[in-house]
């Protein structure tokens, strides 16, 4: 009777004993999993929204440079950008926006809808990450994480580098908010709550390495022992567990959709539990031995069942949290649950649940407005680059109607051919020619600093002044000298030009040239290429003040032809960034011979269109040819 008491005894107190040490590590693999889907989200969701907020601001930074460049130039153009950029501010959470020059001085500084006075000096650039960067043209855009100033407060910029026009564009926002969708999400809070139950004595993640996850923020030690069990974990690939005399410590693992390990949690929980448990079962045991043994066995599945029954309950929870259905796991009850803080430890995942179910609802409002937001910023700039474009291509048609009908003009014995192609709707390129004489002819061929709408009237503002000029002079350097003159007490904005200016005289048949900083034209016939030398090119227009230009004559025979071309030519780049280069240029002119005009400008424009595949245009460019009939 004794033997089948103690047999009784022994058998229902490893059946309890068991019972814990299942539960245990199925709570802990619970646990593994909630924290898995933590991570999770706490890795991919602030990244993702970093990016939206970041591209959003790029956006809005270039819909600023293009709408600089667009009022560049106009009497009240300033006024009006900084009137659109406080109204910006005052209405988004744009909080500074910053527009500079091509040297780096502040234009504008709009900040909480107030304007900071623009400066030239170079001593006032805006004290900002990347600028020098951008002012380098090493960078076309820096982007600025959120960060926390010395105010305590959260921002983000960003900044980026205006292609047609250089200048840069600095916008900041405030991102308190993003901070604190960042901290809502993260396993911190979690760790805590669970720490703050009495049967948890430590819980620690790991890496693969065995090193503290950097989501863990807090200072843990990790014993040797405590490394043993996770190591075996490792190697057999499951849940294992370790029943010390005061402790049951259980590794389980952080796997990743594929099922690779990425870590583990490693858990020490209380052993009192089990020796509480197994008194009672002592106790119970001893009044119910004598009712037998199959009311013994009766009451050990009974107890087996309560235990596993709420664990079951939080197996499916976790679960349907996998799937992004929280309804089941806030409906869970701690009615009927027994020991191990298994009802602490329901109350603790059924809050989690709530939690994470309400910020996952917080960030799809969030994510909905600032989508609607970035909707609604891209409609006004296509409906911004739509009436750009269109004043763009009227820009071109007129500078195209400005051009010369008829190259060169009329005048008998000469023939001759030109185009221009410019890099952006309108260019800095021009070329022009005119009668002095009956027998006496101008051709000009121009380039203005850079590209776009400013250089375009630079160049027509020249044009104009040239015509007037050679009204009463009729040496090319000196008409030259005379334009540069005027050219620098109209140039507001610094630009220059570099120039030719050719007179070409059929009956001395003579071609009398002067230049301003200008590739010399080429002269070339059935034999070959001419080279014209002891000339000097002379400085650019509208830099130095009295600016000296020379006089150079030139005999021509019949059939021979005169190349005048613009360095957007000769410096063409190709995809792998190689330019055409001067020598060959003049190596396919010398096997052209003395073609028609026409026929020779076709070829030459082939040329650089071969070189340069399908790499972008990257400067205006402009032939002209003239030819002795």
């Not at 959709?257 to 929980?269: K, R």
């Not at 949290?321 to 995942?349: C, P």
């Not at 400085?539 to 020379?550: E, T």
Request: net charge negative; charged share 20%; glycine share 6%.
């Amino acid at each position: 009777m004794s033997v089948l008491f103690l047999g009784a005894l022994l058998t229902i107190g490893l059946l309890a004993r068991q019972s814990v040490i299942a539960q245990a590590t199925q709570d802990v693999e619970i646990l593994a999993e909630v924290i898995k889907q933590v991570l999770n989200r706490e890795s991919t969701i602030p990244v993702a929204l970093e990016l939206t907020v970041s591209d959003d601001m790029v956006t809005t930074a270039r819909l600023v440079a293009r709408w600089a460049e667009s009022l560049e130039g106009l009497p009240d153009g300033q006024a009006s950008l900084n009137g659109g950029l406080a109204d910006v501010v005052q209405r988004t959470n744009i909080q500074r926006a910053v527009v500079t020059d091509s040297e780096g001085a502040v234009q504008i500084d709009v900040k909480n809808a107030e304007q900071s006075e623009s400066s030239p000096h170079q001593g006032l650039q805006p004290e900002m990450p990347g600028f020098s960067q951008l002012l380098a043209g090493n960078e076309s855009v820096v982007i600025q994480t959120s960060e926390r100033s010395e105010a305590g407060h959260w921002f983000k910029t960003v900044g980026i580098r205006s292609v047609d026009v250089p200048r840069i564009v600095y916008l900041e926002r405030d991102a308190s908010d993003l901070k604190r969708i960042k901290d809502a999400i993260g396993v911190s809070d979690l760790i805590q709550l669970l720490l703050a139950q009495s049967s948890i004595q430590s819980l620690i993640l790991t890496d693969s390495n065995l090193q503290p996850l950097s989501a863990d923020d807090r200072a843990v030690e990790f014993a040797e022992e405590q490394r043993g069990l996770v190591r075996q974990m490792f190697s057999l690939g499951m849940t294992v567990t370790e029943i010390t005399e005061s402790t049951i410590n259980v590794a389980s693992p952080i796997a990743s959709p594929d099922g690779i390990f990425q870590g583990a949690v490693y858990v020490s929980l209380s052993a009192k539990p089990i020796d509480e448990l197994l008194k009672r079962i002592v106790r119970v045991s001893l009044l119910i031995f004598f009712i037998g043994v199959s009311v013994s066995g009766a009451l050990a599945f009974l107890v087996s069942t309560r235990i596993a029954a709420p664990i079951s309950r939080l197996n499916r929870a976790a679960r349907a949290i996998k799937r992004g259905n929280y309804e089941f796991a806030s409906n869970l009850k701690t009615e009927g649950t027994q020991s191990f803080g298994l009802r602490q430890l329901i109350v603790v995942f059924r809050d989690m649940a709530s939690r994470v179910k309400l910020r996952e609802e917080e960030l799809d409002v969030l994510v909905q407005a600032r989508n609607k937001e970035l909707q609604e910023k891209n409609k006004l700039l296509l409906e911004t680059q739509s009436l750009m474009n269109e004043q763009l291509n009227l820009a071109r048609q007129l500078q195209h109607a400005s051009l010369p009908a008829v190259f060169p003009a009329y005048c008998e014995g000469l023939g001759g051919a030109a185009k221009m192609l410019p890099a952006l709707q309108v260019g800095g390129d021009f070329y022009d020619s005119f009668a002095l004489s009956t027998n006496r002819v101008a051709v000009v061929i121009a380039d203005v600093s850079g590209k776009g709408v400013a250089a375009a009237f630079f160049a027509s503002v020249a044009k104009n002044l040239l015509r007037e000029i050679t009204r009463n002079h009729h040496s090319p350097a000196v008409c030259l000298n005379h334009l540069n003159e005027a050219l620098i007490e109209q140039n507001p904005i610094s630009l220059f030009i570099t120039l030719s200016f050719a007179i070409f005289d059929t009956e001395s048949r003579t071609m009398t040239f002067a230049s301003a900083g200008h590739p010399l034209p080429i002269i070339f016939d059935d034999y070959g290429v001419d080279h014209i030398t002891g000339h000097d090119a002379g400085p650019a227009l509208g830099i130095i003040d009295n600016a000296v230009f020379q006089d150079t004559a030139v005999v021509l025979k019949r059939g021979d032809s005169v190349v005048f071309y613009t360095d957007g030519v000769t410096e063409a780049v190709n995809e792998g960034e190689q330019e055409l280069s001067p020598e060959k240029f003049e190596d396919f002119l010398s096997t052209l011979g003395s073609s028609h005009p026409k026929t020779t400008l076709d070829k030459l424009l082939d040329l650089i269109a071969r070189h340069a595949g399908d790499a972008p245009q990257s400067d205006d460019i402009t032939l002209a040819i003239v030819s002795f009939e």
